[in-house]
């Protein structure tokens, strides 16, 4: 009974702490509606239990009053209960007219829900799994869904919505206490399927400071600042993909263990004979085909999944289209990822360059990733982007 | 017949198990299988409920001890979470389907119906046992799909996840589709009953309330069971055949799936609590050993949820995008839909004021009702609230609320209906000390496994979770702990009941003092139920019935119930005006 204690001591009873502007109204008009609705269930079971103490039965043949009823009586206990209810009504109202108007100054953060993750997409192109917001900074989220309906709710700040497909919806907020270290959860709450248990995250809301850190790491996922040293450095591509395997949530279906979910594990992936189940016909793909082979095989699984379904597994991953490209700029994050299969795969894989190897140092190689593809720079330099920011310059949004 | 029966057809001390009886009336599996019989068909209904209920209670089990630790203690990882979301979507619509909506109309209401309106049968036998056949084929719809390969879709179907689902989603929907129809088919049947079989003297005012609830459900079921057929339909067309209607990948919408799904299902709502709250009437006011209070405002409320009921089901999609002004309206009735209940509870009350309250089984079930309706009626406040829903919607918060509705509500109403006529069903009484205890473990039970939800539903528990974060668990625990003490509960409720049928004391015809018609004949009743017209009173007087020792149950006082005849006669036109039907 820890838990119930904890909670008993440092928060209300019933709702979380409160974090955001729309919280006051919500637990005012809960507060409201608790205390006149546990006053009449208080009312109500203590008259029960009072008669059923009082006019027991004492006898099985017990006379009784003949009372059939009491006109006035009973248009007394039908107008207070409606005059009461619209009371309420109205407090509802003006609580969800709240909702429904965000300020115009707001940041707006694109949200995307598929099968089972979040993503947020900020106003510089940079995208995370968690969504980072400021202190006392309005937000709204615009919400989509790439697939079946899914709901993001945020506890600690009372509001949700619905992520429908081929709309959008939107809530938003202003976050006026900073979160703890690991956020505020954040829910998807309309069931969407086998792993919408796991469709869960973080709110983390920050100082101006921090959150402008938290903005230039999204801009930049292939640099990383250290919070004690200030150092910067250029993460290598087997540690990017493993972060990306876990951002993008390809962890929710993919293990890296070797043992079976949802999707095909990783373990060995690269490199190791793969039966096909539809569509029928497919030829199998060999560990003896090409680098060229299974790279073209992994990234068709990523941007087109039901092309080719393997055998033992069904068809029910959703395209990584508007996450991986295999152009300029998302293709290094794609490529990342395939480091990553290739480091854990069937093959003894060395790194072309190690990861101690100072060429990773940010500081003192600014321009670019050490692993970016030739072409690839050529893009950012044609691009004309500063050196930090390009590998994300701005993405098209086709939500 | 046209003048009153001087030996009150029944009224006087019928043997307390006399020759002939609807169970011996006929023997053989044919004349079960093909009985026109109301009493059989309600008396086959009840054991396909009570068996669904089993197979429901038994995946609520495993939903439950699934929830015992944060990672889930018998489906544990990714894979296995679909058995979880297979289980408490089969939870659901077997519970909703197959157990709630056919409970007490079809169940307690097919056998009694009749019986209480002083009808030799309903009004149309064969349809009946029709909608007994088809309600028969829907289940075996519903469990083949659950043996090839059972939905994971939860029992609201919401497209477009229903409509890409790989589990037999088409086979289970068909078999709700069928459901309807005995849906569908019982209602007009209950209603042509009501209005053309009513016996002399029985005016629409004398009817007792279980038929007034049962009307106004009968109403509910004809009018929003065809579109969910048509909603159910289309998702079938829309799987089979890839039309656009609520898939978005085609070019449907699924906010339209969800505004015809809840056309029906919120008023379904009402198609599950209104003859749970008809059994509540009968039961408190003979246990009261009193006049119900306020007859008409219950009748009339009972209509008035019918019709309200109906304008509703937008507050189911408060948060689903739907435009402010909609999500206003709904509000707004959704508010309104609470005054009938409240009114009953108020009446209800009002009935055991000065009553002679006898604290037998069906009556503790009745208090239990009480008791965990108010608090389901009242946390529906919250979520009819605009704002606060906001924050609850999808949380365990709306779980504990519904079921403290349905289970609340409905199941003990049903649970005090099965103990009330089980001496008229079956002719034999069970052990009053056992049904207590039954019912203290099922009250017990059910508030240690709910209330603790609608605390972590306000911290933001959401609900079809298989996994959850730890700081839920000590909820999750207690809740656990309470399925497990209702299992308990039920499974000694199951068996003093078996216990009774074959080792029971004899019922005799009217153990606890009711004035309604179906207590005017012997227990269990005869094939006809009555060979002429019965007389009827006010259903709700039973100051003329007094406790015979020797039979174990009341009898009328024909002496004082001529005075009682005198105070009120029968308007001459509703005495002379039918024909004898026998």
């Known amino acids: ?399 | 017949m046209t003048t009153i029966a001087p030996d009150l057809a029944g009224h006087g001390r019928p043997e307390a198990l006399p020759g002939d009886n609807y169970l011996n009336h006929t023997r053989g599996f044919k004349s079960w299988a093909f009985t026109l019989d109301h009493k059989r068909i309600g008396v086959m209904y009840l054991v396909a409920v009570l068996v669904a209920f089993f197979v429901g209670g038994i995946f609520a089990m495993l939903v439950r001890t699934q929830l015992l630790v944060p990672e889930g203690a018998l489906f544990v990882g990714s894979e296995h979470y679909k058995l979880y979301n297979q289980m408490f979507t089969l939870h659901g619509a077997i519970m909703i389907f197959l157990v709630l909506i056919p409970g007490i109309p079809s169940a307690l209401g097919n056998f009694i119906l009749p019986v209480m309106l002083g009808a030799k049968d309903v009004a149309f036998p064969r349809l009946n046992l029709f909608s007994f056949y088809l309600y028969v084929f829907g289940a075996i719809f519903a469990v083949t799909s659950i043996v090839l390969g059972a939905i994971d879709t939860g029992w609201t179907f919401y497209t477009p996840y229903s409509a890409q689902s790989e589990t037999h989603v088409s086979l289970m929907v068909f078999g709700v589709f069928v459901l309807g129809f005995s849906s569908i088919l019982t209602g007009l049947n209950f209603i042509v009953t009501i209005h053309k079989l009513r016996p002399p003297g029985m005016t629409w005012f004398r009817m007792p309330l279980f038929l007034w609830s049962t009307y106004a459900t009968s109403i509910i079921q004809v009018l929003a069971t065809p579109v969910l057929g048509i909603t159910l339909l289309l998702l079938i067309m829309e799987r089979v055949l890839k039309i656009g209607i609520f898939n978005s990948e085609y070019g449907g919408d699924p906010v339209l799936f969800q505004h015809f799904f809840w056309f029906y299902s919120h008023p379904a709502v009402y198609i599950m609590i209104l003859p749970a709250m008809g059994v509540m009437s009968e039961v408190i006011s003979t246990f009261s050993r009193k006049h119900i209070f306020g007859y008409r405002f219950i009748a009339m409320s009972s209509l008035g949820i019918a019709i309200i009921g109906f304008l509703v089901w937008g507050h189911h999609m408060f948060p689903n995008g739907q435009s402010t002004m909609l999500a206003t309206i709904f509000s707004f009735l959704t508010m309104l839909v609470a005054v009938p209940s409240a009114i009953k509870v108020w009446n209800w009350l009002a009935t055991m004021y000065k009553g002679s309250i006898w604290l037998q089984t069906p009556m503790c079930y009745a208090l239990s009702f009480l008791f965990n309706f108010t608090i389901g009626g009242l946390t529906g406040v919250f979520l009819g609230t605009l704002s606060i829903d906001v924050h609850l919607h999808d949380t365990y918060f709306v779980v504990a609320h519904f079921h403290y509705v349905m289970f609340g509500g409905t199941l003990l109403g049903f649970m005090a209906g099965v103990h009330y006529w089980w001496p008229k069903i079956t002719g034999r009484m069970y052990n009053e000390t056992l049904g207590k205890i039954g019912c203290a473990l099922v009250f017990i039970g059910f508030n240690t496994t709910f209330l603790p939800q609608f605390v972590m539903g306000s911290h933001g528990m959401p609900r079809r979770y298989a996994t959850y974060l730890p700081v839920y668990q000590d909820y999750h625990v207690m809740s656990t702990i309470g399925a497990y003490i209702q299992f308990v509960g039920f499974a000694l409720t199951a068996g003093y009941l078996i216990y009774s049928l074959f080792r029971g004391a004899k019922a005799p015809a009217n153990p606890w003092g009711s004035a309604t018609l179906e207590w005017a004949c012997t227990s269990p009743p005869p094939h006809d139920n009555f060979k002429r017209p019965p007389h009827v009173g006010d259903p709700y007087d039973q100051s003329n019935l007094v406790w015979d020792d020797s039979l174990q149950g009341y009898v009328r006082d024909n002496r004082l119930a001529e005075s009682y005849t005198t105070k009120t006669p029968i308007p001459r036109q509703a005495a002379t005006g039918h024909q004898d039907p026998g």
């Open chain 1, 1 to 399: 009974m820890m838990n119930l204690w904890t909670l008993a001591q440092t928060d209300t009873f019933f709702l979380p702490p409160q974090a955001s502007n729309l919280s006051h109204d919500v637990d005012w008009a809960w507060n409201v509606v608790l205390g006149v609705t546990g006053f009449f269930f208080v009312l109500v079971v203590v008259v029960m239990l009072l008669f059923v103490l009082k006019y027991r039965r004492r006898t099985p043949n017990d006379a009784t009053p003949e009372i059939t009823h009491n006109t006035p009586l009973e248009i007394i206990w039908t107008v207070v209960p409606v005059v009461i209810l619209i009371c309420f009504f109205f407090i509802g109202f003006k609580g969800y007219l709240n909702y429904d108007t965000p300020p115009t100054n707001a940041v707006v953060v694109d949200v995307t829900g598929q099968k089972w993750r979040f993503s947020f997409q900020y106003p510089n192109g940079g995208t995370s799994d968690i969504l980072y917001v400021q202190k006392d900074v309005p937000v709204v989220l615009n919400l989509h869904s790439t697939d079946v309906l899914h709901a993001l709710y945020i506890p600690a700040f009372r509001t949700q919505r619905n992520l429908i497909p081929f709309r959008t919806t939107n809530i938003w907020f202003i976050p006026e206490e900073l979160s703890p270290k690991d956020g505020f959860p954040l829910f998807c709450t309309q069931y969407c399927g086998q792993d919408h248990s796991r469709m869960h995250s973080v709110v983390r809301v920050l100082d101006k400071k921090d959150y402008a850190d938290a903005m230039a790491q999204v801009a930049n996922p292939f640099k990383e600042k250290d919070g004690n040293t200030g150092k910067s450095r250029w993460i290598p591509y087997v540690e990017l993909g493993h972060k990306l395997y876990e951002q993008k949530g390809c962890i929710s279906c993919h293990t890296i263990d070797g043992t079976k979910g949802t999707g095909p594990t990783w373990k060995d992936l690269w490199k190791t004979d793969v039966q096909f189940a539809a569509p029928p016909g497919t030829a199998p793909l060999k560990a003896s085909d090409s680098d060229a082979n299974w790279e073209a095989y992994i990234t068709e699984s990523v941007l087109h999944p039901s092309a080719k379904i393997v055998q033992g597994f069904s068809d029910q991953m959703p395209s990584f289209e508007s996450q991986f490209s295999p152009t300029a700029p998302k293709d290094e994050e794609l490529r990342a990822i395939i480091t990553y299969i290739k480091s854990i795969g069937n093959t003894h894989y060395t790194p072309p360059i190690p990861a101690d190897s100072e060429l990773y140092d940010a500081d003192k190689h600014p321009d670019h990733h050490p692993e970016f593809t030739p072409e690839h720079v050529k893009a950012i330099e044609a691009a004309g982007g500063a050196a930090g920011n390009a590998a994300s310059a701005p993405t098209t949004q086709n939500q």
